[in-house]
């Protein structure tokens, strides 16, 4: 978290990266930006996310919040080669304990996903080269298991069109260049589908 509110205040996420949270980021003191990491730090870590593979999904509406939601009218449509994430409770996405969202990926991205994540397959290495064995985190770097696809698979996208600048994208953009849309979009399930602890 420090390091990417550094990143963010000293536009070496690139200028521009996110440009209001940049701005936030600006405004904040280091006593503050570590109130937070350790606030942050503090909170358990919690499975939010279900992984189920689909050809079909709900229709879908962009709710309170900018929260994807299923459309009141229901209804259902493609998936196609992307990732539906989908909140459970819309009028309160975050629920204490329970799995808060649905994220719906297409057929067979689990196992594609464990493919490429654990051998690379000549398009990419082992995310748990730098993850970690159970990519739960080493160190400085993240943990990535559990966490949403949506939010994985942005980011891997986000590194491989050169959005994302610093120090610490580095490494990610070499992982990244050679991905297809769908093979980040398979990471990003079997990530999304492991255990966050």
Do not use: W
Request: charged share 20%.
């Amino acid at each position: 978290f420090v390091q990417q509110i550094v990143n963010f205040r000293t536009d070496a996420r690139g200028q521009a990266y996110r440009p209001n949270m940049a701005n936030f980021a600006k405004e904040m003191t280091i006593e503050q930006t570590m109130e937070i990491a350790n606030y942050y730090a503090s909170l358990p870590v919690e499975a939010l996310v279900d992984v189920v593979e689909s050809e079909m999904v709900p229709r879908t509406f962009v709710g309170p919040r900018d929260i994807t939601a299923v459309h009141p009218d229901g209804g259902e449509e493609q998936l196609g080669e992307r990732i539906i994430e989908i909140t459970k409770t819309p009028s309160a996405p975050y629920t204490n304990g329970e799995v808060a969202f649905t994220a719906y990926v297409p057929i067979g991205s689990v196992a594609e996903g464990r493919e490429l994540a654990e051998r690379g397959l000549g398009r990419t290495v082992s995310c748990g080269l730098c993850h970690g064995a159970d990519l739960q985190g080493n160190g400085d770097i993240p943990g990535i298991a559990g966490r949403s696809p949506l939010h994985n698979a942005r980011q891997l996208m986000e590194y491989r069109n050169g959005m994302r600048a610093g120090d610490s994208a580095q490494p990610m953009i070499g992982v990244s260049e050679n991905l297809t849309d769908a093979e980040i979009i398979a990471i990003s399930a079997y990530v999304a589908s492991l255990p966050p602890i």
